[in-house]
């Protein structure tokens, strides 16, 4: 182990150029101008896991971005790690907001700066690196490895959940192993255990057939703006209770030991506030500002467009409008039940002056992680002796919806082994990950690979 471990720490710096080069590669999954950047990251990736000695390296076509599978198994006695990652990144918009551009990596002050650096492609990276790390020493895995790539988790991940259903034998494992979530802190290595699902709606809200003069037709033309508005508004009250009928139905109340837990947890809410310029934090009455990220429901405006933008004054009743809402779900909602229940109290709630359309985009759903697991423990040795610092365990508010069917089609549970931090800047300009952190990401999968035949019960 110790000449893996050597071995990691005098090729890091070609890691670092490997990794540059990946996220060189525009692979927005969302923009269909580059589709064929996205299948060039997925032939880089191919190409690290043909050379660093795994087998049966496969790339699956979808309606989509291509998935990618490949495998290891040298042990018949030893559990089966399926690691999953995505190589798929989230638009760098707003561009001017970069300080260096998002798909020129650039090192500044020990973190790499580009988009994907940390969502997903340096975390992800870690294990590929890892397993090199190994096979490039003339040492045997201690463990079965597979991977599985794909290239839409930031669209939802629609063609990956037909793909597991699809391929349960060439995905069989023990559990499954993913890097794409926060640290609880600077060199704080905590292990998440619950993830939020999500509901993604859009609201579009249309009245007359041109955008017309507001003095001329204004107070006698019902305002598509002003509706949508109107609308939102009444989506929560003052108490930051979602106003949607059965919308809580399906949520699993907090437990007092699960209160007592999120209170343990070392959280600075002043460091909070300071890290992301808060005047004041804000929220469901009666709940943390941890239990509210991670715990419990929410549903937030992500985007809002009607009306004249430019420069100056424009005298104009805008034709129509429109909002993006998405809405974060906590065991036991379901995202379709949700879409309807949302559409249903929009459908209410619009006047019969104007045409309010709903649409339902991509959903995934919650989970909550069983602790008590070899594998999860495994992993909390691993990150504790690489950190050289006892790890926590967290819920996150943020969704990765192919965990859920880990689960349901393939029966494991996933070790959330984030190397992150929030500070990374996920989806927003200027989005960076720690090279540090890079670096002990993969020891620390190593490490894990290395502790879990111990752990095996
Ligand atoms: N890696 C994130 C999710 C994440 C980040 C979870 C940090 C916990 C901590 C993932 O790439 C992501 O952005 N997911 C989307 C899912 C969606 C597009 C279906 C999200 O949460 O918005
Ligand atoms: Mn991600
Ligand atoms: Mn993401």
């Known amino acids: 182990m110790s000449n893996v471990q050597n071995y990691i720490d005098e090729n890091i710096k070609t890691f670092e150029e490997e990794l540059f080069e990946l996220l060189r590669i525009p692979s927005i999954s969302t923009d269909s101008k580059h589709k064929g950047d996205v299948k060039e990251a997925a032939k880089f990736l191919i190409n690290q896991l043909e050379e660093i000695g795994l087998d049966n390296v496969q790339l699956h076509e979808t309606p989509g971005h291509p998935i990618i599978t490949a495998e290891r198994l040298p042990h018949d006695d030893q559990p089966t790690v399926l690691i999953y990652g995505h190589y798929d990144v989230q638009p760098s918009d707003p561009d001017d907001l970069w300080k260096t551009p998002p798909f020129e990596p650039t090192v500044i002050d020990g973190r ?101 003069h507001s003095g001329l037709y204004g107070g006698a033309v019902e305002n598509p703006a002003n509706v949508l508005c109107e609308i939102i508004s009444k989506l929560k009250d003052e108490d930051g209770v979602i106003q949607i009928d059965g919308f809580y139905d399906d949520v699993e109340p907090l437990t007092p030991e699960m209160r007592e837990a999120y209170k343990a947890l070392p959280f600075d809410e002043e460091a909070y506030k300071k890290s992301i310029g808060l005047k004041a934090v804000h929220g469901e009455k009666g709940y943390s500002t941890l239990e509210r990220a991670s715990a419990r429901p929410s549903l937030d405006v992500n985007g809002l467009w009607s009306g004249y933008q430019g420069e100056g004054a424009k005298t104009v009743l805008p034709a129509t409008a429109g909002a993006k809402v998405s809405m974060r779900l906590v065991p036991d909602q379901d995202p379709d039940k949700i879409a309807e229940l949302f559409t ?26 069983d602790l008590d697991y070899y594998g999860l423990k495994a992993a909390a040795k691993a990150f504790g002796d690489v950190y050289d610092k006892e790890v926590l365990f967290s ?63």
């Open 112 to 212: 790499v700066y580009a988009r994907g650096a940390s969502d997903d492609k340096g975390q992800s990276f870690t294990h590929i690196k890892s397993v090199q790390s190994y096979l490039k020493t003339g040492n045997e895995l201690p463990v079965n490895v597979k991977f599985i790539l794909e290239g839409e988790e930031e669209i939802g991940s629609p063609n990956l959940i037909p793909f597991i259903k699809k391929n349960k034998d060439l995905l069989s494992c023990d559990m499954v192993l993913i890097s794409d979530t926060a640290m609880f802190g600077e060199d704080q290595p905590s292990i998440t255990y619950g993830l939020r699902g999500l509901a993604y709606m859009e609201v579009h809200v249309t009245g007359p057939n041109r955008d017309l």
């Open 344 to 369: 249903k109290k929009i459908e209410s709630l619009a006047p019969d002056t104007v045409d309010v359309e709903v649409v339902s985009h991509h959903g995934g759903y919650p989970v909550v992680i």
């Open 395 to 457: 819920r996150e508010g943020g969704s990765i919806p192919i965990v859920a069917d880990f689960k349901k089609v393939l029966g494991v549970n996933s070790i959330l082994m984030g190397f992150g931090l929030n500070k990374d800047a996920l989806h927003s300009p200027n989005e960076s990950f720690s090279l540090k952190d890079f670096h002990r990401g993969i020891k620390t999968s190593a490490r894990f690979f290395e502790l879990l035949p111990d752990f095996v019960e």
